[in-house]
């Protein structure tokens, strides 16, 4: 007898089967699992010869890159059946649980000793690599058989195309200079565009060939970041400056303070950060680096999301459509970019197809512990996920359906236990004031008319972003009875909950993008042709045409993403990279001052690398914006030969000065004078004008200067 047929909606809704993942992707084979072992014992070992032989600069370096690999290798290593892109995520995102965690205790339990720590992990990963490099060779794998496994691929001409690519933009960018007025393309060589051009071919080939799409999408992520760091040889993001701040106070103090700020109650990543870098002296080279880090992680999240939903090769397309347009959403050194891709990871895990119970077990456990590193970490990404996952609960996607439920009850139980340091960022206006809470930063009142630059870093991103919107909704219509396509939609919308009930700090729209692209770069993809391979006969030419079109436009589409994702992660430069001598005055500030001292930043405060040292819970940092009140124009209403800088300076000394303090410095630096006038609040010109008369300004002394930076102190 057959079973009854659902009559009902809520019938047809229960009997609904949760979605299989759909990854192509070979598993490790054995010789490549063989080489994960060896490659990580031999890091240990090379760690060990640089702590003996008294390196401890580069010793450190070291040790901070192999925490951050070798915890997720040493568990994945052992886990069969896992896709070489699999192994690749869950390395980085484990070794990040691992380090978040480690952190956690170590810095909210006032136990800090990250040397033997550090000892012990990686002499914990040496003992699991040398064991699974020896069961694996017992079993008779070879590191010989990896080149007959390969051959000579598409891969490995895709391989070479990027490697030039990656030399040829290295080579094509000038090391330490200051950022100029037209960002990174104002400084880069001719070889830095053939650069650019050698990574368009090789998607290109990539696409003809079916084949090795992998490298030049992850080789896009990162070239910009890589660019920049060549080039100025600081962070680009002055937020990076603060982060520094609370790790070196976690380091000097051997334990973070929650009831201090905000970042110290979610300590997760400046734990993981401290305990894992403790020997690094210079915090800032590691935060200029650090993005390449960053944006190969995410990209890695990203793909092996879409292969849950999509073949192979468009699950690299999807990943690529998002790292080119996500430029709204710079990497950096930072608990957001940190904690994204274990966040992909807890829906990664959701969707799984049928397991054993030990698999399911050991799932069950990862996802515990990525879910508790993300919500210690950040405030907002595990709401974003809560929101996600409901709508994944809703079109049966994922089971069981209070997965959501215990991640805001565990994420919510955080924040009331961290609720002291909350004043300033809960607000019971931004409760349902969806469009308020979506709108970019305020930069304070437009003084100077539109700066084509600042608009451009913005809407051509944006522009891109539309695109791949409008590529989804092309799919959605296409595969309109798709259960899938309808859930890729919901998943795309979800992050906009979070903006009913807060504004993030004005970025909430810039986090609503950042959630949402993943979800529309997968659907997009399942819009595109195809690209075959050519068979003989009058179908051969037909493909070969196809093919032909298929390779030309997606060239195109690859050149004209890079050309956005350039334009919106560089093109503030100017503003936004520090440079390192407005970053010596600044330290100078926080190494000299008296405790409860203020630091007033002559123009916006969004560009002074303040907050950067253990010490920088003694000071007061305000700009003029803050002086002036919300809603108050703080900047000079003229401009020009009607600007008068000796009076501009009178007002806000008097200002300033009724700010009880002891003492009060001002910074002057090129950043920004430049912030300034990207933003609309004063010309760099009348900036500088400024400066200048601040060598005859009654009753300030100059403390300290650098090229690009100088600090004055009131003495009356």
């Known amino acids: 007898m057959l079973p009854p047929q659902p009559t009902s909606r ?30 990580g014992a031999v890091a240990v070992l090379a760690l060990a010869a640089l702590v003996l032989a008294g390196a401890d600069g580069p010793a450190a370096v070291w040790c901070w890159i192999c925490l951050q690999l070798l915890p997720g290798a040493a568990l994945c290593v052992w886990v069969p059946s896992l896709t070489r892109v699999g192994f690749a995520l869950y390395t980085v995102v484990g070794s990040a649980v691992f380090n978040i965690l480690v952190g956690l205790v170590m810095a909210r339990g006032g136990w800090w000793e990250p040397v033997p720590v550090q000892a012990l992990t990686v002499a914990v990963c040496f003992v699991s690599f040398v064991a699974v490099s020896s069961r694996l060779a017992g079993r008779g794998a070879r ?45 880069v060589g001719p070889a830095w565009w053939a650069g650019m051009a050698c990574l368009v071919v090789a998607f290109g080939y990539a696409v003809w060939r079916r084949s090795g799409m992998a490298l030049p999408v992850l080789t896009a992520s990162i070239i910009v970041v890589l660019a920049q760091a060549i080039a100025y040889r600081t962070p680009v993001v002055t937020a990076a400056a603060g982060h520094i701040g609370v790790i070196e106070f976690i380091t000097t103090g051997g334990r973070a303070d929650p009831n201090l700020d905000i970042y110290q109650a979610w300590v997760g990543f400046f734990g993981a950060q401290a305990w894992t870098g403790s020997g690094i002296g210079d915090w800032f080279q590691l935060a200029t680096w650090w993005p390449i880090f960053g944006s190969l992680a995410e990209v890695l999240a990203v793909r092996v999301l879409a292969g849950k939903f999509v073949d192979t090769r468009r699950a690299w397309l999807a990943a690529g459509l998002f790292t080119l347009a996500d430029s709204l959403n710079i990497a950096y050194f930072s608990p957001q970019t940190y904690v994204f891709a274990p966040a992909l990871t807890i829906p990664i895990l959701l969707l799984h197809g ?29 709401y974003m996920l809560v929101c996600l996952l409901a709508v994944l609960v809703v079109g049966r996607a994922i089971r069981p359906w209070w997965t959501p439920l215990a ?42 008319p539109p700066q084509r630059v600042t608009d451009l870093t913005f809407e051509v991103p944006s522009f891109g972003v539309l695109l791949i919107g409008i590529g989804a909704l092309v799919a959605l219509v296409r595969w309109r009875h798709s259960r899938e396509a309808w859930l890729l939609v919901a998943a795309a919308m979800s992050p906009a909950g979070v903006a009913a009930a807060t504004d993030y700090g004005a970025e909430g729209i810039f986090r609503v993008v950042l959630f949402a692209l993943p979800w ?186 650098s090229d690009s930076a100088a600090l004055y102190r009131w003495v009356g």
């Open 10 to 39: 809520r019938d047809r809704w229960r009997q609904l089967q949760p979605l299989r993942s759909h990854e192509e992707s070979a598993p490790l084979t054995a010789s490549q699992q063989l080489l994960v072992g060896v490659a």
């Open 143 to 187: 590191l010989g058989r990896l080149a007959r496994e390969r051959g000579v691929t598409p891969v490995a001409v895709v391989s070479m195309v990027c490697a030039a690519g990656i030399a040829l933009v290295a080579a094509g960018t000038p090391s330490g200079v200051t950022a100029p007025r037209a960002g990174l393309i104002g400084v």
């Open 354 to 382: 049928p397991e054993s119970r030990a698999r399911a077990t050991a799932r069950w456990i990862a996802l515990a512990g990525v879910s508790v590193a993300v919500i210690v970490s950040h405030q907002l990404t595990p």
């Open 407 to 448: 991640l805001f009850g565990v994420a919510v139980v955080w924040a009331l236990l961290n609720r002291s340091v909350l004043g300033n960022y809960v607000s019971l206006s931004t409760f349902g004031d969806v469009f308020s809470n979506l709108s970019p930063p305020d930069h304070g009142t437009p003084v100077l």
């Open 520 to 705: 529309l770069s997968i659907l997009a993809v399942t819009a595109t042709v195809r690209v075959g391979a050519p068979t003989g006969g009058h179908a051969a030419t037909r493909s070969v045409r196809v093919a032909t079109v298929s390779v030309v436009a997606a060239m195109t589409g690859a050149a004209v993403l890079l050309a956005i994702n350039v334009l919106g992660q560089s093109a503030m430069d100017w503003a936004r990279a520090m440079r390192p001598g407005t970053i010596e005055v600044a330290g100078y500030f926080e190494r000299n001052a008296a405790p409860n001292a203020v630091l007033f930043s002559s123009g916006t405060g969004r560009v002074t690398p303040g907050r950067q040292s253990a010490r920088y819970a003694d000071f007061q940092y305000l700009s003029r914006d803050d002086l002036a009140g919300k809603g108050v124009n703080g900047f000079a209403t003229t401009t020009g030969s009607a600007y008068d800088p000796q009076a501009d300076i009178r007002a806000w000394t008097d200002k300033l000065l009724t700010v009880s303090a002891r003492g009060h410095y001002v910074i002057f630096s090129v950043e920004i004078g430049a912030a300034g006038e990207r933003y609309r609040n004063q010309s760099y010109v009348d900036y500088r004008r400024m400066w200048a008369a601040m060598a005859d300004a009654p009753g300030w002394q100059l403390v300290d200067r």
